[in-house]
């Protein structure tokens, strides 16, 4: 299996919902990341999990909460987003920090994220 | 910091025909990875191809290559042969090589978009 999946495809959630974005991998990938990408720009990173630690938070909203509940799954989970946080939200894994040499990332297929 | 560049937001080419993309890059690490993805309007990044930067050689993955000149870091990619299903918007993108702290960022320049025409 050599894929990140990303559910759901599509969401729509009003500013009051509170929704999750489900993100996995069966690469025995041990770095799990969520970046999110407005249109016709670049992802940018949002967290990065090692070894399900949370390793890096580049300064997201609280309203954006990250899980990671073992090491082939990674969530998002959303509340009281605004308008302006819909995008894709792309997850993606590499090898663990702890390998010595890094490889590439492989993407997921993303969700598009619209709020009301 | 590491940034990276890419100074074409768009480039059309014909069917058949080859066509380079071009990335600049800045960084003061030694080793590090550089990648080309490309995003179609399915909007998956796809794995292009990758180059290590303590290898000399030329990544070429079938009709795509890369021209890897590290002293004047410079990594652009080639498409021979250019096929319809190749219009998409092109990335490239840096990581450092070794783990932990800022290594597992992986910098985005601002994308190339790709035309085919026939």
């Known amino acids: 299996d050599t894929e990140v999946t990303q559910t759901p495809k599509h969401l729509v959630m009003g500013m009051t919902n509170k929704k999750s974005l489900k993100c996995e991998q069966h690469?025995?990938?041990?770095?799990m990341y969520w970046y999110k990408q407005k249109a016709k720009k670049p992802p940018e990173l949002m967290f990065v999990?090692?070894?399900?630690?949370?390793?890096i938070n580049e300064s997201v909203p609280s309203r954006f909460s990250p899980e990671c509940p073992n090491s082939s799954l990674l969530n998002l989970h959303l509340h009281a987003l605004q308008p302006e946080d819909s995008a894709l939200y792309l997850c993606?894994?590499?090898?663990?920090?702890?390998?010595?040499?890094?490889?590439?990332?492989?993407f997921g297929s993303g969700t598009r994220l619209t709020v009301v | 910091a590491q940034t990276v560049t890419q100074s074409q937001p768009e480039m059309s080419v014909q069917e058949a025909e080859t066509v380079t993309l071009s990335c600049t890059y800045d960084?003061?690490?030694?080793?590090?990875?550089l990648f080309w993805y490309k995003q179609p309007p399915s909007r998956q990044m796809i794995l292009v191809i990758r180059?290590?930067?303590?290898?000399?050689q030329n990544a070429t993955e079938n009709r795509f290559s890369v021209n890897f000149q590290k002293a004047a870091k410079s990594f652009s990619l080639k498409i021979s042969d250019s096929q319809l299903g190749d219009a998409a918007m092109y990335f490239c993108?840096?990581?450092?090589?070794?783990?932990?702290?800022?290594?597992?960022?992986?910098?985005f320049g601002t994308g190339t978009r790709l035309q085919v025409t026939l």
């Open positions: 180059q290590e930067a303590y290898k000399q």
């Open positions: 993606a894994s590499s090898q663990g920090f702890r390998d010595r040499r890094l490889g590439g990332y492989t």
């Open positions: 999990y090692s070894y399900e630690k949370l390793s």
């Open positions: 960084t003061s690490e030694s080793d590090y990875y």
């Open positions: 690469m025995g990938h041990r770095a």
């Open positions: 993108a840096y990581r450092g090589a070794l783990g932990g702290g800022t290594a597992s960022k992986l910098t």
